[in-house]
Nanobody, 125 residues
């Protein structure tokens, strides 16, 4: 199982970014893909996840209403569209997989067992 997050960068407050998670080494329909973030000095927290079985989605309170998760099976990729970004969204963003079709995600993602390298998102005020 391999995952690689990309698409991070520096953006001004109110701006948007689309993160990508390229996956390989597993059959996506049997897994849930999740996005997490970790800011300096803070614990990791879940942002959103999408089930490979039926594309059902879950959004954590952390960024609900400002992010949209989607999946392109043909490209083995999962995306996180982030809008109206705020300085407090500055963090390293990670994607990860969990076996099965999850309806929700825990705050710290203990059910996710494979993690990719993160991508840095920096939001300036």
């Amino acid at each position: 199982v391999q995952l690689q997050a990309s698409g991070g960068g520096l953006v001004q407050s109110g701006g948007s970014l689309r993160l990508s998670c390229a996956t390989s080494g597993f059959t996506s329909k049997y897994y849930t893909i999740g996005w997490f973030r970790q800011a300096p000095g803070k614990e990791r927290e879940g942002v959103s996840c999408i089930s490979g079985r039926d594309d059902s989605t879950y959004y954590a309170d952390s960024m609900k209403g400002r992010v949209t998760i989607s999946r392109d099976m043909a490209k083995n990729s999962v995306y996180l569209q982030m809008n109206n970004l705020k300085p407090e969204d500055t963090a390293v963003y990670y994607c990860a997989t969990a076996p099965g079709a999850l309806a929700i995600m825990s705050k710290f993602g203990v059910e996710f067992d494979h993690w990719g390298q993160g991508t840095q998102v920096t939001v300036s005020s």
